[in-house]
């Protein structure tokens, strides 16, 4: 039986993935004190497809890692910026000369692969670490309900995966997720840039309407907020195509076909404002945009933009809303 670590349980994410793994493997929670005790003390629920249940089990506090124990995998579920997380956890991993897990990094944008294989080169040298870039697409939430906290999703699970480094077969990766019931979408090594544009295009859509305070379908039947929207996505489309990028259609999410629809005259596009606006909302089940990682969303775009010296006003401004 596999042996999986889950840095940052408590979060939505690392809870997620820690429930959906543990009849699967042998998983343990790895987070702060804070959420830990949280934990031990019955405080944190996952509610998936209608049912409730008690998040319990193997835990490890951050301070007394890696605990001795050798680890096939470790998901690295937290927050931007990556690179001071994984030189935490790898360095304490080398010093210990313990199995060097694979890596599995699931945060958005398009920073975290570089920022992670780079630190994992400083400590390990010239000893490639197998290294797997995750794209989730189910929205996961988060409420506080009488001092417990509650982390809802929908089953199954969907996500795209690409092998981004290292001496692994990715069957062995895609067995292992759908045997654990995940709806896995294998991309290429070579597109494993591309698929962090594509998810990047499905996650900037609402971060303007969210900046006002609005969820994405109040913000579409909005002249203002609409043409914000439709305006912050062309800028973006824009960048990734002097970047060498491009986009990929993913199941149920066809990013390539979007990314020529917004491109249309606006004036054919206004019309459907409130249709697009509805759809969007419903296909995230109605949760709002978190703005805590908006540097990692119109950040990265004003970033690129400034790069290949393409303007980005719309995406400037947006940001500016939240930054200022």
């Given at each position: 039986?596999?042996?999986?670590?889950?840095i940052?349980?408590?979060?939505r994410?690392?809870?997620?993935f820690?429930?959906e793994?543990k009849?699967?493997?042998?998983?343990?929670?790895?987070?702060?004190h804070?959420?830990?005790?949280?934990?031990?003390?019955?405080?944190i629920?996952?509610?998936?497809n209608?049912?409730?249940?008690l998040?319990e089990?193997?835990?490890i506090?951050?301070?007394?890692?890696?605990?001795?124990?050798?680890?096939?995998?470790?998901?690295?579920?937290v927050?931007?910026?990556?690179g001071?997380?994984?030189r935490?956890?790898?360095?304490?991993?080398?010093?210990?000369?313990?199995k060097?897990?694979?890596?599995?990094?699931?945060?958005?944008g398009?920073?975290?692969?570089?920022e992670?294989?780079?630190?994992?080169?400083?400590?390990?040298?010239?000893?490639?670490?197998?290294?797997?870039?995750?794209?989730?697409?189910?929205?996961?939430?988060?409420?506080?309900?009488?001092?417990?906290?509650?982390?809802?999703?929908?089953?199954?699970?969907?996500?795209?995966?690409?092998?981004?480094?290292?001496?692994?077969?990715?069957?062995?990766?895609?067995?292992?997720?759908?045997?654990?019931?995940?709806?896995?979408f294998s991309?290429p090594?070579?597109e494993?840039?591309?698929?962090?544009?594509?998810?990047?295009?499905?996650?900037?859509?609402?971060?303007?309407?969210?900046?006002?305070?609005?969820?994405?379908?109040?913000?579409?039947?909005?002249?203002?907020?609409?043409?914000?929207?439709?305006?912050?996505?062309?800028e973006?489309i824009?960048?990734?195509?002097?970047?060498?990028?491009k986009?990929?259609?993913?199941?149920?999410?066809p990013?390539?076909?979007?990314?020529?629809?917004?491109?249309?005259p606006?004036f054919?596009?206004?019309?459907?404002r409130?249709?697009?606006?509805?759809?969007?909302?419903?296909?995230?089940?109605g949760?709002?945009?978190?703005?805590?990682?908006?540097?990692?969303?119109?950040?990265?775009?004003?970033?690129?933009?400034?790069?290949?010296?393409?303007?980005?006003?719309?995406?400037?401004?947006?940001?500016?809303?939240?930054?200022?």
């Amino acid at each position: 039986m596999k042996k999986i670590g889950i840095i940052g349980i408590g979060g939505r994410t690392g809870t997620m993935f820690y429930s959906e793994f543990k009849n699967k493997a042998q998983v343990f929670g790895i987070g702060k004190h804070f959420d830990i005790d949280l934990i031990k003390n019955k405080k944190i629920f996952v509610k998936k497809n209608g049912k409730e249940e008690l998040i319990e089990g193997n835990l490890i506090d951050e301070i007394q890692f890696p605990a001795g124990i050798d680890l096939d995998f470790l998901f690295l579920a937290v927050k931007n910026p990556v690179g001071p997380v994984v030189r935490f956890y790898y360095q304490k991993i080398k010093e210990k000369n313990l199995k060097i897990p694979t890596l599995f990094l699931s945060q958005n944008g398009i920073e975290a692969n570089d920022e992670a294989t780079s630190v994992l080169k400083e400590i390990f040298r010239e000893k490639e670490i197998p290294v797997f870039r995750i794209s989730l697409f189910n929205p996961v939430d988060k409420k506080i309900l009488n001092n417990n906290s509650y982390i809802s999703y929908s089953l199954p699970i969907k996500i795209a995966v690409a092998k981004i480094s290292g001496p692994i077969d990715e069957k062995e990766i895609t067995d292992f997720f759908e045997k654990a019931g995940f709806e896995i979408f294998s991309i290429p090594r070579k597109e494993a840039k591309n698929m962090e544009y594509s998810k990047l295009f499905l996650n900037l859509i609402g971060m303007a309407s969210a900046t006002r305070g609005l969820s994405v379908s109040q913000g579409f039947s909005k002249r203002e907020g609409f043409l914000e929207e439709i305006g912050a996505i062309r800028e973006y489309i824009k960048v990734v195509k002097v970047a060498g990028g491009k986009f990929l259609n993913f199941p149920g999410y066809p990013v390539k076909l979007l990314s020529s629809i917004f491109f249309l005259p606006i004036f054919l596009l206004f019309p459907f404002r409130k249709i697009f606006g509805k759809l969007i909302e419903k296909g995230r089940e109605g949760k709002m945009k978190d703005l805590d990682e908006i540097d990692y969303y119109n950040g990265v775009v004003v970033k690129l933009g400034e790069k290949f010296k393409i303007q980005t006003p719309i995406n400037k401004k947006i940001l500016g809303r939240i930054k200022t």
